[in-house]
T-cell receptor, first 113, second 114 residues
Framework: QKEVEQDPGPLSVPEGAIVSLNCTYS??????FMWYRQYSRKGPELLMY????GNKEDGRFTAQVDKSSKYISLFIRDSQPSDSATYLC?????????????FGTGTRLQVTL | GAGVSQSPRYKVAKRGQDVALRCDPI?????LFWYQQALGQGPEFLTY????????KSGLPSDRFFAERPEGSVSTLKIQRTQQEDSAVYLC????????????FGQGTRLTVV
């Protein structure tokens, strides 16, 4: 079993929908939680970064971490076709985004007109 | 350049051939990471440098994989006697320091072993 589990999708939603992406993990040492967006044939780019449990909001994006359940979520409001990409969750036990990261498989999202 | 640059973008190697993949980090970035991303999978950590020191190589899958960063800037990932299972995108990321600062990824080198 992988340390980080993520549904690979694909997930197809109409423009304007609210998207919910999730990851579960088994390593209780993880303290730093990230969401990356990866367009086809590009490197991952950081979307959201959260330390420990709680919520964080940035524009149309909200990240939630529930350490008691070992469950993290990313919500995208008013989804746009430009949001079509693969979304990767990532976690670390030491350091933040610039450390040894453990990634999920990634969920492919398609936002249709 | 403005971002992390990796070359070549695409590499086709015959099985058994040696390959070298290059990463030019953002100028002044001390930390450098290599990841391997197989098709349909998330990136997997390979190794980490702080300046020229390789502080963590726990993710290198075999002794055929070797990474260096001799002057604390450009890094090279070398794979000897390539095998089909080495086919993947190799991603490099750099950051100003280690820890609570953003690491920026390059576009990756797509290696195909035939």
């Amino acid at each position: 079993q992988k340390e980080v589990e993520q549904d690979p999708g694909p997930l197809s939603v109409p423009e304007g929908a609210i998207v919910s992406l999730n990851c579960t993990y088994s390593n209780s040492a993880f303290q730093y939680f990230m969401w990356y967006r990866q367009y086809s044939r590009k490197g991952p780019e950081l979307l959201m970064y959260t330390y420990s449990s709680g919520n964080k909001e940035d524009g149309r994006f909200t990240a939630q971490v529930d350490k008691s359940s070992k469950y993290i979520s990313l919500f995208i409001r008013d989804s746009q076709p430009s949001d079509s990409a693969t979304y990767l969750c990532a976690m670390s036990s030491v350091g933040g985004t610039a450390s040894k990261l453990t990634f999920g498989t990634g969920t492919r999202l398609q936002v249709t007109l | 350049g403005a971002g992390v640059s990796q070359s070549p973008r695409y590499k086709v190697a015959k099985r058994g051939q040696d390959v070298a993949l290059r990463c030019d980090p953002i100028s002044g970035h001390v930390s450098l990471f290599w990841y391997q991303q197989a098709l349909g999978q998330g990136p997997e950590f390979l190794t980490y440098f702080q300046n020229e020191a390789q502080l963590d190589k726990s993710g290198l899958p075999s002794d055929r994989f070797f990474a260096e960063r001799p002057e604390g800037s450009v890094s090279t990932l070398k794979i000897q006697r390539t095998q089909q299972e080495d086919s993947a995108v190799y991603l490099c990321a750099s950051s100003l320091t280690y820890g609570n600062t953003e690491a920026f990824f390059g576009q990756g080198t797509r290696l195909t072993v035939v």
